[in-house]
């Protein structure tokens, strides 16, 4: 971990590094950009998705940090944190002037880290409003360090923080925490902030430094010691500056009573859900989707490059004749031995046939290597299309979702709400990010899974959304199947889903030691969300996601190919074959459908359009569908983030799992 | 005397059974990670706060001047608080 960060942040000779801190939801990001300008580089931490932001100001690297209540490791967000500001020359900590008294700890802490800090203290504007009067030249003597007050949104106050950073000094340190640090950085050889972690008992601290110990039992335990006087510290400076006209207002908006009020809170999260079904669901997914990836994706992209491709190779078109109802009325038949170029007169016919009439084209490659990279499956053809068509402009909607419910401040209240819910599936309620995500996109999802704090529970998130969650690729073509199949198919669809859903969750909360993280988290006031950082924090993770799992999918697309190519793929159907006839009591070709399944997941379903069901054989069709192994890019990611041999058990449970399920459906119903 | 401490201990209750719109002290933490999550949030065994709102499933949201805090089931059932 460590030596990643050390590579992560290079040094660059003359330059001082200047770390943003704060707690979340303070700010901190209006303060980078004003910084930084529009010149920053996006990086990962390595093996999380925490994005580290990085620009240049005069002579300082300006790094911005994920929010933090504290200098600690409880979490991925504070490892990283931690590690940047131990690499810090200034340190600008951004306080939240409301909160003032909260903020204070972190302010302090790291005053005892004995680097230079500057406090900005922001959202003055909000503190007038609700009479908050705070004494700013007192704050700064007490502290020992430049307190700026700040309005952040209306760019007020940033040129005195930018004076004063650069003539930051070190603040008023505590005094016996001051003099244990220069015990044992002398003793140990030791920085003097790590020297602070290790009196506090920092884990990562500690075990990084152990051999320098020299065998030494340290006894490192006065966490709790120093963190209450600090805090009562915090307190009694806060008395001292802070004085409030009225006895405080409410303590949050309107909205935000709402959001959590037992009762109000479920229509808001029923609003809220159906918006976002609206925007994401409908918009995007559906009429959006399809027409990128009918018209741009198949008619434009795929059609222009197998033509090109088609020009100069062996190749045999078979030309679909379509009516109005884009149904297929008539099929010709065209081979060209060495390629369009070299055979005119077949072209001039397939040119005469075509004429005025509405077809779409099928292109079979006669050379192998040319079915993998542009067939049905083709790793140029068919991965671009739905990486860039269907893909993209649908992880855009969800991150651009998850983004305005983030800065909104209604997120945590969402995870509050729904806490005691996820506890019975062994999760707490901010696992309910992946969970919708997933109904987005599993590959996705399963990324984001990384949010979660214990292993245990990325777990379970990773084997509900592998097994249980449809995506969106899925469940249009789902929906459209259960239409179809009328009210009562659709009520024991929905049902049966629920169930497995519930009793996977239950069972893994069972079987696996521990239990779930119990929630405790500061709730912020909802707020109306700031374009520019909507549309910077989706840029930013949607690059993410393509860069992260793009590769996957063409890794996938090749597999496939390949199996098609070598006859693989015919063998698997007919092994499947008798399971599907006896045991799902499903037509034979629906085992091609499963199988397809695994190349995309909405082919599963799609393939269930064309054959002739009855409402139960489609319930019993699309209950193994759904739970069956999901696309072979989320293979691939969840294999990477739990490793390959829990990754590959979830992935044969799922094979159990709907073939169970959808044969217990099967026999019973039909 | 004797009455005085079974008054105390009446008024002793964990927060998971306080009612909503309730003015309470907090009187003990569970020790360990939670404690110091607590404490640098602001809350430390003598903070007076309020319990805003109890959730189905006995979520707690406890209101301390400006701000919320959510307290999971499991946890509310392992602070010891008193009514003001």
């Given at each position: 971990m460590y030596t990643h960060q050390r590579a992560e942040i290079e040094l660059e000779k003359g330059l001082k590094k200047l770390v943003l801190v704060g707690n979340p939801n303070v700010g901190k990001s209006i303060f980078f950009n004003y910084f930084t300008g529009l010149y920053v580089e996006v990086s990962n931490y390595p093996g999380t998705t925490v994005e580290i932001l990085k620009g240049r100001y005069k002579n300082f690297i300006v790094y911005d940090t994920p929010g933090i209540y504290g200098l600690s490791s409880f979490n991925d967000e504070e490892r990283i944190a931690k590690n940047m500001i131990m690499e810090a020359d200034v340190i600008l900590n951004i306080v939240d002037a409301v909160n003032l008294e909260r903020d204070l700890f972190l302010t302090l802490q790291l005053i005892d880290t004995g680097k230079p800090v500057v406090v900005a203290l922001n959202m003055m504007d909000e503190a007038e409003k609700k009479k908050i009067k705070i004494n700013i030249e007192r704050l700064s003597k007490l502290l020992g360090v430049p307190v700026i007050p700040t309005i952040a949104v209306k760019q007020q106050g940033f040129k005195e923080v930018a004076d004063a950073i650069e003539k930051a000094t070190i603040g008023n340190r505590d005094k016996k925490i001051q003099e244990k640090i220069s015990t044992i950085s002398k003793k140990f050889k030791v920085s003097e902030i790590e020297s602070l972690l290790i009196i506090e008992g920092d884990s990562e601290t500690i075990d990084k430094l152990k051999?320098?110990?020299?065998?030494e039992i340290y006894n490192f335990d006065e966490r709790e010691k120093i963190y209450i006087e600090r805090r009562n510290k915090a307190n009694q400076i806060v008395a001292e500056v802070v004085s409030i006209?009225?006895?405080?207002?409410?303590?949050?908006g309107l909205i935000g009573r709402l959001a959590i009020h037992p009762i109000f809170g479920l229509f808001f999260i029923a609003i809220v859900l159906y918006l976002a079904y609206l925007v994401v669901g409908k918009l995007i997914a559906q009429d959006l989707v399809s027409f990128t990836e009918?018209?741009?994706?198949?008619?434009?992209y795929e059609y222009n490059i197998r033509k090109f491709v088609a020009n100069y190779f062996p190749v045999e078109i078979n030309v679909n004749v379509l009516d109005e109802n884009e149904e297929i009325v008539e099929v010709k038949n065209f081979v060209f031995e060495h390629g369009l170029k070299n055979s005119p007169n077949t072209l001039n016919e397939l040119q005469n046939f075509v004429r005025d009439k509405n077809v779409e084209y099928e292109f079979n490659f006669k050379s192998p290597v040319l079915t993998i990279l542009f067939g049905e499956f083709g790793v140029l053809t068919m991965t671009v299309k739905y990486l860039l068509f269907l893909l993209l402009p649908l992880v855009i909607g969800f991150y651009l979702m998850l983004a305005i419910l983030e800065d909104s401040g209604y997120l945590p209240r969402l995870a509050t709400f729904v806490d005691r819910l996820m506890n019975y599936v062994g999760l707490n309620g901010k696992a309910v990010i992946p969970m919708i995500l997933g109904f987005g996109c599993v590959t996705m999802a399963t990324i984001t899974?990384?949010?979660?704090?214990?292993s245990r529970e990325k777990r379970i998130m990773t084997a509900i959304l592998q097994i249980t969650i449809p995506c969106s690729a899925q469940l249009a073509v789902i929906t459209a199947l259960l239409m179809r199949a009328g009210f009562q198919a659709t009520l024991i669809y929905l049902l049966t889903m629920f169930s497995v859903f519930v009793t996977v969750g239950v069972v893994l909360n069972k079987v696996l030691p521990g239990s779930a993280t119990p929630l405790l988290i500061d709730l912020p006031p909802m707020r109306i969300p700031r374009i520019d950082n909507l549309a910077r924090k989706t840029w930013m993770r949607t690059f993410y996601f393509i860069k992260e799992a793009g590769m996957w999918f063409f890794i996938g697309a090749f597999l496939i190919g390949v199996m098609q190519v070598t006859g693989l793929l015919e063998k698997w159907i007919q092994v499947l074959s008798p399971l599907t006839i006896n045991w799902l009591q499903l037509p034979a070709e629906a085992s091609r459908a499963f199988i397809m399944g695994i190349v995309r997941r909405d082919f599963g379903a799609a393939g269930f359009y064309a054959l002739d069901l009855t409402p139960m054989q489609t319930v019993a069709g699309l209950v193994t569908i759904t739970l069956f192994v999901p696309c072979i890019a989320s293979l691939m990611v969840m294999l990477k983030e739990r490793g390959a041999f829990e990754g590959l058990i979830i992935w044969a449970s799922s094979w159990i799992i709907a073939f169970t399920v959808g044969g217990i459906v099967s026999q019973i119903l039909i | 005397m004797r009455r005085k401490r079974e008054i105390k201990k009446e008024e002793l209750m964990k927060l998971a059974d306080v009612e909503p719109g309730t003015e309470i002290e907090i009187c003990e933490l569970p020790s360990g990670n939670i404690k110091t999550h607590f404490v640098r949030l602001?809350?430390?065994?003598g903070t007076k706060v309020k319990c805003a709102h109890k959730l189905p499933g006995g979520t707690i949201v406890i209101s301390k001047r400006h701000r919320e805090i959510a307290v999971g089931s499991e946890i509310a059932k392992k602070i010891i608080v008193k009514k003001i």
């Amino acid at each position: 971990m460590y030596t990643h960060q050390r590579a992560e942040i290079e040094l660059e000779k003359g330059l001082k590094k200047l770390v943003l801190v704060g707690n979340p939801n303070v700010g901190k990001s209006i303060f980078f950009n004003y910084f930084t300008g529009l010149y920053v580089e996006v990086s990962n931490y390595p093996g999380t998705t925490v994005e580290i932001l990085k620009g240049r100001y005069k002579n300082f690297i300006v790094y911005d940090t994920p929010g933090i209540y504290g200098l600690s490791s409880f979490n991925d967000e504070e490892r990283i944190a931690k590690n940047m500001i131990m690499e810090a020359d200034v340190i600008l900590n951004i306080v939240d002037a409301v909160n003032l008294e909260r903020d204070l700890f972190l302010t302090l802490q790291l005053i005892d880290t004995g680097k230079p800090v500057v406090v900005a203290l922001n959202m003055m504007d909000e503190a007038e409003k609700k009479k908050i009067k705070i004494n700013i030249e007192r704050l700064s003597k007490l502290l020992g360090v430049p307190v700026i007050p700040t309005i952040a949104v209306k760019q007020q106050g940033f040129k005195e923080v930018a004076d004063a950073i650069e003539k930051a000094t070190i603040g008023n340190r505590d005094k016996k925490i001051q003099e244990k640090i220069s015990t044992i950085s002398k003793k140990f050889k030791v920085s003097e902030i790590e020297s602070l972690l290790i009196i506090e008992g920092d884990s990562e601290t500690i075990d990084k430094l152990k051999s320098k110990f020299d065998g030494e039992i340290y006894n490192f335990d006065e966490r709790e010691k120093i963190y209450i006087e600090r805090r009562n510290k915090a307190n009694q400076i806060v008395a001292e500056v802070v004085s409030i006209d009225t006895a405080g207002g409410k303590v949050s908006g309107l909205i935000g009573r709402l959001a959590i009020h037992p009762i109000f809170g479920l229509f808001f999260i029923a609003i809220v859900l159906y918006l976002a079904y609206l925007v994401v669901g409908k918009l995007i997914a559906q009429d959006l989707v399809s027409f990128t990836e009918n018209e741009i994706g198949s008619r434009i992209y795929e059609y222009n490059i197998r033509k090109f491709v088609a020009n100069y190779f062996p190749v045999e078109i078979n030309v679909n004749v379509l009516d109005e109802n884009e149904e297929i009325v008539e099929v010709k038949n065209f081979v060209f031995e060495h390629g369009l170029k070299n055979s005119p007169n077949t072209l001039n016919e397939l040119q005469n046939f075509v004429r005025d009439k509405n077809v779409e084209y099928e292109f079979n490659f006669k050379s192998p290597v040319l079915t993998i990279l542009f067939g049905e499956f083709g790793v140029l053809t068919m991965t671009v299309k739905y990486l860039l068509f269907l893909l993209l402009p649908l992880v855009i909607g969800f991150y651009l979702m998850l983004a305005i419910l983030e800065d909104s401040g209604y997120l945590p209240r969402l995870a509050t709400f729904v806490d005691r819910l996820m506890n019975y599936v062994g999760l707490n309620g901010k696992a309910v990010i992946p969970m919708i995500l997933g109904f987005g996109c599993v590959t996705m999802a399963t990324i984001t899974t990384r949010l979660l704090s214990t292993s245990r529970e990325k777990r379970i998130m990773t084997a509900i959304l592998q097994i249980t969650i449809p995506c969106s690729a899925q469940l249009a073509v789902i929906t459209a199947l259960l239409m179809r199949a009328g009210f009562q198919a659709t009520l024991i669809y929905l049902l049966t889903m629920f169930s497995v859903f519930v009793t996977v969750g239950v069972v893994l909360n069972k079987v696996l030691p521990g239990s779930a993280t119990p929630l405790l988290i500061d709730l912020p006031p909802m707020r109306i969300p700031r374009i520019d950082n909507l549309a910077r924090k989706t840029w930013m993770r949607t690059f993410y996601f393509i860069k992260e799992a793009g590769m996957w999918f063409f890794i996938g697309a090749f597999l496939i190919g390949v199996m098609q190519v070598t006859g693989l793929l015919e063998k698997w159907i007919q092994v499947l074959s008798p399971l599907t006839i006896n045991w799902l009591q499903l037509p034979a070709e629906a085992s091609r459908a499963f199988i397809m399944g695994i190349v995309r997941r909405d082919f599963g379903a799609a393939g269930f359009y064309a054959l002739d069901l009855t409402p139960m054989q489609t319930v019993a069709g699309l209950v193994t569908i759904t739970l069956f192994v999901p696309c072979i890019a989320s293979l691939m990611v969840m294999l990477k983030e739990r490793g390959a041999f829990e990754g590959l058990i979830i992935w044969a449970s799922s094979w159990i799992i709907a073939f169970t399920v959808g044969g217990i459906v099967s026999q019973i119903l039909i | 005397m004797r009455r005085k401490r079974e008054i105390k201990k009446e008024e002793l209750m964990k927060l998971a059974d306080v009612e909503p719109g309730t003015e309470i002290e907090i009187c003990e933490l569970p020790s360990g990670n939670i404690k110091t999550h607590f404490v640098r949030l602001g809350v430390i065994e003598g903070t007076k706060v309020k319990c805003a709102h109890k959730l189905p499933g006995g979520t707690i949201v406890i209101s301390k001047r400006h701000r919320e805090i959510a307290v999971g089931s499991e946890i509310a059932k392992k602070i010891i608080v008193k009514k003001i």
